[in-house]
């Protein structure tokens, strides 16, 4: 909620570039850029330059929100003028103190009426609710519009397969700039309400064998 006002406040765009490995910073980033109304790009890091900087011209996006720790580790990334550090927005928004009205608002009222304080649109349907980008291997990157019915139908799709338990914990190491990982490890298991544990990468063996084991994923 805090992010999403100052969002609102300081990006004009209609989209916002998210450059974060799976975690509760890439899961508040897309929250808040959704409240805010406008559309979370997740961008592929690992990409060349040339197709990132074709995936910013396509997209239209000017600003990104990361993380100190991300920037230091994607040097090469073509990191644009306006880059936000997720903490430090955050902060300025009011920090703990500021999340203190929120997190009373969201255990007392209605959620309707917090959408509403949020100044949130009571419709998404076809509308743009996310935008993902192919790896360029035929080419230049391309832009794939995800829509609100496409995600909330794909977690429908999920949630079918009955091979998940109400009260499951779910693995998510995915990057959320791949369609499975934005799907099956970012939104599914919000909109479900089960558990999430994240690895940042599915590269690291050993964390996720500890988290599996850990976590009971």
């Known amino acids: 909620a805090l992010l999403s006002r100052r ?15 799976p975690g509760i910073g890439a899961c508040i980033a897309n929250l808040a850029a959704l409240f805010a109304g406008k559309v979370p790009v997740n961008l592929n890091f690992t990409l060349g330059r040339a197709a990132l900087e074709t995936s910013f011209r396509i997209g239209g996006i000017s600003t990104v929100i990361s993380a100190g720790a991300v920037r230091a580790k994607v040097p090469g990334f073509p990191w644009p003028d306006r880059t936000l ?7 300025a928004a009011g920090g703990k103190a500021g999340m203190a009205p929120w997190l009373i608002a969201a255990m007392v009222l209605p959620n309707q009426w917090c959408a509403a304080l949020l100044g949130m649109p009571k419709r998404g349907d076809r509308e743009e609710a996310g935008l993902l980008f192919t790896s360029g291997s035929s080419g230049e990157p391309k832009g794939v519009v995800l829509t609100h019915r496409n995600i909330i139908a794909n977690c429908d799709q999920i949630a079918s397969l009955s091979i998940l338990p109400e009260n499951c914990v779910i693995l998510g ?5 791949h369609s499975f990982g934005f799907t099956a490890t970012l939104w599914y298991p919000l909109l479900r309400g089960c558990g999430l544990v994240t690895v940042p990468s599915p590269l690291d063996t050993r964390r996720v064998i500890d988290a599996i084991h850990e976590e009971g994923a």
């Open 7 to 21: 969002i609102r406040q300081r990006i004009p765009e209609h989209r916002v570039g998210v450059v974060l490995p």
């Open 85 to 91: 550090d997720l903490k430090d927005e955050i902060t």
């Open 173 to 177: 190491c995915l990057p959320i700039f």
